[in-house]
């Protein structure tokens, strides 16, 4: 069953914008991780928030983490072309590298 | 950070014929492995863990008679899809992890079955 549930689906920004998205899980966690994917591709780690974190920086992302609210935003400010991919969250409920349950992801376009 | 491959990176193959897809962990020993599957425009479901030396664990739903998983060593996984049939046509991507360190994941096969 999918633990994460991301906010848009879908989002077309224009280069230099910022990008948010958002994600909402359902059970608790022991951290939680967004990933980058290209087109047919495999997937990028692009940041990881534990459950007593609430947020981190990472160059130009910036992840929140609200447990109370069991969400997390993934900020990327002044997109670029490049940035254009599909973006997952995926929960960890127990740590350890533990299993990792996907939501269904965003598909981000930044438009030159 | 750390490197996993999958090889192939593409098959295509006829209805009823089986396909194995290795998973290796390049520069570091994985105690344990994932196998997702993503159908397109989707997310990735998990459909085993896999520890070393041990059977693996499949996720409610997966057939273990039909993907068969071996972890034989610390740096390798395989993944066999038994008499594979169109709708297994799927993006296949492992992951390997060690408790030291971060999980990390191969840059996928793409199944195509006729």
């Known amino acids: 069953s999918q633990q994460g549930e991301e906010d848009p689906q879908a989002l077309s920004i224009q280069e230099g914008e910022n990008a948010t998205m958002n994600c909402s899980y359902k059970?608790?966690?022991?951290?939680l991780q967004w990933y980058r994917q290209n087109s047919g591709r495999g997937l990028v780690h692009l940041i990881l928030?534990?459950?007593?974190?609430r947020e981190k920086h990472s160059g130009r992302l910036r992840v929140t983490l609200d447990t109370s609210k069991k969400s997390s935003s993934l900020l990327i400010t002044a997109s670029r072309a490049a940035d254009t991919a599909s973006y997952f969250c995926?929960?960890?409920?127990?740590?350890?590298?533990?299993?990792?349950?996907f939501g269904k992801g965003i598909t981000l376009s930044v438009r030159p | 950070g750390a490197v996993v491959s999958q090889h192939p990176s593409r098959v295509i193959c006829k209805s009823g014929t089986s396909v194995k897809i290795e998973c290796r962990s390049l520069?570091?020993?994985?105690?344990?492995m994932f196998w997702y599957r993503q159908f397109p425009k989707q997310s990735l479901m998990l459909m085993a863990t896999?520890?070393?030396?041990?059977?693996?664990?499949?996720e409610q739903g997966v057939e273990k008679d039909k993907f068969l998983i071996n972890h034989a060593s610390l740096t390798l996984s395989t993944l066999t899809v038994t008499s594979a049939h169109p709708e297994d046509s799927s993006f296949y991507i492992c992951?390997?992890?060690?408790?030291?360190?971060?999980?990390?994941f191969g840059p996928g096969t793409r199944l195509t079955v006729l």
């Open positions: 995926a929960t960890d409920v127990t740590g350890a590298n533990s299993k990792l349950t």
């Open positions: 896999s520890n070393e030396g041990s059977k693996a664990t499949y």
């Open positions: 520069d570091f020993q994985a105690t344990t």
């Open positions: 059970t608790s966690i022991n951290n």
């Open positions: 928030i534990r459950s007593n974190e």
């Open positions: 992951s390997a992890s060690d408790p030291r360190i971060s999980q990390f």
